[in-house]
């Protein structure tokens, strides 16, 4: 690194080199390179609109989508990315040339010779397979010089894995596989390559990407940071918790902790280090804000999608189960910040005007109040019109939002002035007239949470519509204000909203390839998994590894997931990781008496994969941030990561309490119990592992912290001491127990019995039945079940077909061992009480010292 490197400049290297391509060539290399990302972003916008549909005209199905999707993304790795370090940047050797366009056109086999392939298929002809083979090859190398060699080496560690079954050692050992049927099934098939994982990458993706590029392009990430700023940079340690907040609103809608590190790290990092945060903490804070905005929804960089795939429940279920932990781990991380304050003596920044309290509770509560009524006009406003005007209500809430937008465009447009990000920030801007200098940037998020939430669309049509405003934003945004403040340029405004659209879906295209490439390389994995059957090689493994204790499994899991994580981009190694291990968890918690969902298994997996991007010694956002704050990388991630305990300790929590999932919540004041109890017990975690809560804690009130931590989280562990939570009932009264069962509900119980392999299994399942069945022999029928006693014991006679409890992994002459119920017992939720007279002893305890602190000196 040269010494006339800015740090702000070596940040966006790093970002380059990670995530849009180092290289930035001149002349017709240069335009090429701007050209290709334009029409893959056009190309995408066309699969996922309804044009295609009403022009009957290059209607693409899934598989043909991908192979383009995957052309583009190969192509771009070998022209954006520069094969070594030492490799030119200001332009594109021939051999660059001639590997992107093989590559491509290998990525394209597919879609090129579609109807042949379906024609043959299991059969390939020597030239499919050397397509695949070259596609293989070129894969690899793309993913090599996009992502780094992690992920390329765990892909070929499993390609060598298939040729070599027969060699491994006996408990991952099996029979091989063939060139042929390695090629076909990995590259010619939806089971590898071209699978679940790309697939979601080309139809959610790709527009969630591209329609965060255009939100920032269009001055909506500035306008979060200036907003998080106005609101919480006069608090102690304000610029750290106005990172916490922007950080989370830029993450909402990014699909990577890099590039989010950078965004909002190069205005907040300096402001932090003004107000005493050292250069390593002001860097950890901004890692460990960005790493949590890919644990937010609604994108959970690019997860969300891909666990509607793998889980099988809609997108609105894991958005509301990923929801509570991610708003936990900000609320503590921000008050992580405010503990670091408090211990340093922090002041916040000066306000630009000093308010009356009434005019900042008036200005604060009146733009929350403002946003609540436009919410709740769009939401209610919306349902109305659909029921009276029925098939008109579109056209008419169409008319309503650009009525709407045209209107917060004309408020914004007397506050421009407001609008501008001052990097040399001495002084907190005036919360109302910030926030009213953009308020037409929620429009957009309004519009693709409402396609989400209430008109159900899929993701990808609802960030396609989403997508769509934003294009009309950025195009007219700027001619509107040019009119509403009679600049008289309205041309001029016009055609640099032109140029920002066009450059907004250039960068939009560059942010995916590393994406599209990495979702195909893991899809190698998946393929691979499939094609050996170690899925469950793995089973055996870690319940051997673990000696069957699920904390140990998990813990295994956890550690697994993070040393992947930590070459690997959050994507690949969730694919990887859950493809793996999340039928061992599952399959293991069952055998022991644990019905773990399936949808906190993923999570699990998917947490442990992000806090990687802060572990030293790879995490590339920590050194991002190092480079900004001019601290060093390693003692930066190493903080990043003390903060981000807090959420390492969550995915252990929600898979013994799954109400931090929002399951099994019955009433409104149990919802509010549950947040309330996780937000305190993240806030005492925080406390604890900071060594701080009113005052410096004693080492008994840090052990104390974390035992109530403990029983916040979890309330359930203390009272099955006092209570047992189930009861096991006789099988043979199992059509008693099915009869008085209320709808909606699932019979729980332990069954026993051996597989085909002729290996004894016993575990216990969950099975639904029919909610039109009445009867009890019905229910269990309809549960897929055919029943015969035996004295006292009940035995399966046959199992149906496609039914739960075939999905379950029951088999026929299986016995069941009894039922287990619920047991009538008070609410576990009454443990909170004690625990809560503690905490305010040890508040007072702490307080006390504090006062006898101040009187002795």
């Keep these: 690194m040269t010494h006339s490197t800015t740090p702000s400049q070596e940040a966006q290297d790093i970002v380059a080199q990670a995530d849009t391509g180092a290289r930035n060539p001149f002349g017709i290399a240069g335009k090429i390179l701007w050209v290709v990302p334009l029409c893959w972003s056009l190309f995408q916008l066309w699969y996922a609109s309804p044009l295609p549909f009403i022009f009957n005209f290059a209607i693409l199905n899934d598989t043909e989508a991908r192979s383009i999707h995957l052309a583009f993304a190969i192509f771009l790795a070998f022209t954006a990315y520069p094969a070594m370090k030492r490799s030119p940047r200001d332009r594109i050797p021939v051999v660059d040339w001639v590997l992107a366009l093989v590559g491509s056109l290998s990525a394209a086999y597919i879609y090129l010779f579609y109807t042949q392939l379906a024609g043959r298929s299991g059969a390939p002809t020597s030239f499919d397979i050397v397509a695949a083979v070259t596609g293989m090859v070129l894969l690899l190398e793309a993913t090599r010089r996009a992502l780094g060699p992690p992920l390329m080496v765990v892909a ?93 609103l830029s993450g909402l809608v990014s699909g990577s902790s890099i590039a989010n590190v950078v965004t909002t790290g190069t205005f907040t990092i300096p402001l932090m280090k003004r107000v005493g945060f050292p250069g390593t903490k002001a860097g950890a804070v901004e890692v460990a804000a960005s790493t949590n905005g890919q644990l937010t929804p609604p ?63 008036t200005s604060f509560v009146g733009t929350i109040l403002g946003l609540c009524v436009i919410s709740a006009a769009v939401y209610y406003g919306i349902g109305w019109t659909k029921d009276v005007f029925g098939a008109a209500a579109t056209p008419i809430v169409t008319v309503a939002l650009l ?115 990495a979702t195909a390389a893991a899809g190698i994995v998946v393929g691979v998994v499939t094609l050996t059957g170690i899925g469950l090689v793995m089973t055996d493994f870690v319940e051997f590894i673990s000696g069957g204790n699920i904390i140990m499994m998990l813990l295994f899991t956890a550690i697994i997931s993070l040393i992947l994580g930590m070459g690997l981009p959050t994507t690949a190694n969730y694919i990887v990781v859950s493809t793996l291990m999340a039928p061992v968890i599952v399959t293991l918690g069952a055998a022991h008496g644990l019905i773990i969902p ?41 903080q990043g990561f003390t903060y981000d305990i807090r959420t390492a300790i969550l995915p252990f929590m929600f898979i013994f309490n799954t109400q931090l999932l929002m399951m099994g919540i019955d009433s ?59 009861i096991e009932v006789p099988a043979s009264e199992i059509s008693q127990v099915v009869q008085q069962m209320p709808v909606g509900q699932t019979l729980e119980m332990r069954v026993a019995g051996e597989n085909i392999e002729g290996k004894f299994i016993a575990k216990t399942v969950r099975l639904p039945f029919d909610d039109h069945a009445v009867s009890a022999e019905d229910r269990i029928s309809s549960m897929g079940l055919m029943l015969s006693r035996n004295d006292d014991n009940v035995i399966v006679d046959m199992v149906e077909f496609g039914s739960p409890a075939e999905a379950s992994g029951i088999d026929f002459d299986w016995q069941i061992k009894h039922i287990i119920q619920k047991a009538e017992r008070p609410m576990k939720e009454w443990v909170f009480l004690p625990a809560l007279i503690l905490v305010i002893l040890m508040g007072l305890n702490q307080k006390r010292r504090i006062s006898r602190q101040s009187i002795a000196t």
Excluded at 332 to 344: F, G, N, P, R
Excluded at 406 to 413: C, N
Excluded at 614 to 636: E, Q, Y
Excluded at 675 to 702: C, H, R, Y
Aim: one cysteine or more.
């Design 156 to 248: 070929a560690v499993f390609l060598l894995y298939t040729f070599g079954g027969p060699h491994m050692p006996d408990v991952i050992a099996h029979k091989g596989a063939s060139l042929n049927k390695a090629m076909s099934h990995l590259w010619l098939t939806t089971e590898g390559v071209f699978g679940i994982a790309l697939g979601v990458s080309t139809s959610f993706v790709f527009l969630f990407v591209l329609f965060g590029a255009m939100l920032e392009r269009a001055g909506a990430g500035a306008y979060f940071i200036k907003v998080a700023f106005s609101l919480l940079g006069h608090m102690r340690g304000g610029p750290a918790k106005a990172a916490v907040v922007a950080s989370g």
């Design 598 to 638: 399936l949808i906190a298994v993923h999570l699990f997996v998917f947490y442990f994969g992000i806090l990687a991007d802060d572990t030293p010694p790879v995490g590339l956002a920590a050194f991002a941030a190092a480079a900004i704050a001019k601290s060093d990388p390693i003692r930066t991630g190493i």
């Design 403 to 517: 009525l709407s937008y045209i209107g917060l465009v004309r408020v914004s447009s007397r506050y421009q002035e407001h609008a501008e990000m001052d990097p040399e920030l001495t002084e907190i801007p005036d919360v109302g007239p910030t926030v009213k200098s953009g308020l037409h940037f929620l429009l957009p998020i309004v519009v693709l949470v409402w396609c989400l939430t209430v008109e159900r669309f899929s993701p990808g049509l609802s960030a396609f519509w989403a997508s769509v405003f934003m294009i009309f934003v950025l195009l007219t945004q700027r001619p509107l204000m040019d009119l509403f403040n009679k600049q008289n340029n309205t041309f001029a405004a016009f055609k640099l909203g032109v140029h920002d659209l066009l450059e907004a879906l250039v960068s939009g295209a560059r942010n995916m390839i590393g994406i599209g490439v």
């Design 299 to 361: 994108i959970m960089g690019a997860a969300a999608f891909l666990m509607v795939e793998y889980v099988g429940i809609s997108y609105v279920e894991v958005i509301k189960a990923a929801l509570l932990p991610a708003l936990i781990s900000y609320i503590a991380l921000i008050y992580i910040v405010h503990l670091e304050a408090c211990k340093a003596g922090m002041q916040g920044l000066p306000r630009r005007h000093t308010p009356t309290k009434l005019q900042s509770l």
């Design 668 to 726: 409104w004041w149990h919802l509010l119990l549950t947040v309330l109890s996780a937000i305190t017990a993240m806030l005492l975690f925080s406390a604890a592992t900071q060594g701080w809560w009113f005052t410096k804690n004693k080492w008994w009130e840090t052990i104390a912290l974390l035992l109530l931590t403990f029983t916040f989280f979890r309330p359930g562990f203390w009272w099955d001491q006092i209570y047992p939570a189930k």
